[in-house]
C-alpha cells in the first residue's frame, strides 16, 4: 500500500476538485491517504508569487475553468460569498477534528469543503464557521480557536515551505518506495499521479531528478 500525503488549502477550488476526485482517480490502486490542511499565502510569500485571485483576468479566468471542471465532474458548484477568503477558520477546525498526532479524516475534510463550495456562503463569517463546527461535532477533538491548533497549523505549513511545496493542492508519495519524496501538483496531477502508480513505464521515465532548462526574459532592444 502506497502512503499518500494531501495538502491543501480550503481556499483553492483545484484543492476541492482534487478532492472529490481523488478516490475515483485511484480506483484499484492499493494506497492510503492522510489530509493535512496549509495556508497557501506563505507558500506564495515564500516564493515571491501573487494568489490567482489577486489577478483581475487570471481570477476572472479561474472561476470560468473550475464552473467548467466542476460541472465535469458531476459537482454542484456554488462559491463562497467572498473570494478570496481568510481560510484561517475552515483550517483550523479542520485540525480540530484530529488529536495533535493524528490527521483530519475524509469525512471532515469533505463536509467542510462542501459546504465552502457548493453553499456560497460567507467561508470567513463566524456564524457560518459555527455552524460547519455542530456537523462535524461528532469528530470535534480540539478547540479551533486554541493554541495547540493554531501552532499545528503553523507548523504544518513552515514543514510544507521546507519540504519545497509551492501551490495546492499537493500529493506527494510517502514511504521508502521508487515514487517516495515524488510530489504532484495541481488537480490536473491526478492521473499522472495514478499513471506512476499503476507502474507506467513512460510515466515513471520522466525526468523527475533532472533540472528543467532556464528560461531568461530577454529585453528589447529598440
Not at 475524509?106 to 455552524?131: H, K
Not at 493542492?169 to 491526478?190: K, N, Y
Not at 499521479?193 to 507502474?199: I, S, T
Amino acid at each position: 500500500m502506497t502512503p499518500l500525503r494531501f495538502c491543501f488549502d480550503p481556499l483553492s477550488p483545484y484543492a476541492w476538485l482534487a478532492f472529490e476526485a481523488l478516490p475515483e482517480a485511484l480506483a484499484g490502486l492499493s494506497h492510503s491517504v492522510e489530509y493535512r490542511p496549509i495556508l497557501l499565502a506563505p507558500l506564495l510569500a515564500h516564493w515571491g508569487q501573487l494568489g490567482p485571485a489577486e489577478i483581475e483576468p487570471k481570477r476572472l479566468w479561474l472561476w470560468r475553468q473550475v464552473r467548467w471542471l466542476a460541472q465535469g465532474q458531476g459537482l454542484a458548484f456554488r462559491p463562497p460569498a467572498r473570494h478570496p477568503f481568510n481560510p484561517l477558520g475552515a483550517a483550523r477546525l479542520l485540525w480540530a477534528c484530529a488529536d495533535e498526532a493524528e490527521t483530519p479524516s475524509r469525512w471532515a475534510c469533505e463536509t467542510v469543503l462542501r459546504q465552502i463550495w457548493t453553499s456560497g456562503e460567507a467561508a470567513d463569517d463566524p456564524a457560518v464557521l459555527q455552524r460547519w463546527r455542530e456537523q462535524v461535532q461528532a469528530q470535534l477533538r480540539r478547540d479551533p480557536a486554541g493554541d495547540p491548533v493554531r501552532q499545528q497549523l503553523r507548523r504544518e505549513t513552515e514543514a510544507a515551505i521546507e519540504r519545497g511545496l509551492f501551490g495546492v493542492p499537493m500529493i506527494e508519495v510517502l514511504g521508502h518506495g521508487p515514487l517516495a519524496g515524488r510530489q504532484f501538483w495541481g488537480q490536473d496531477s491526478l492521473p499522472l499521479l495514478a499513471a506512476c502508480l499503476r507502474g507506467d513505464a513512460a510515466a515513471l521515465a520522466l525526468p523527475w531528478d533532472d533540472p528543467a532548462p532556464s528560461v531568461g526574459l530577454q529585453r528589447r532592444r529598440d
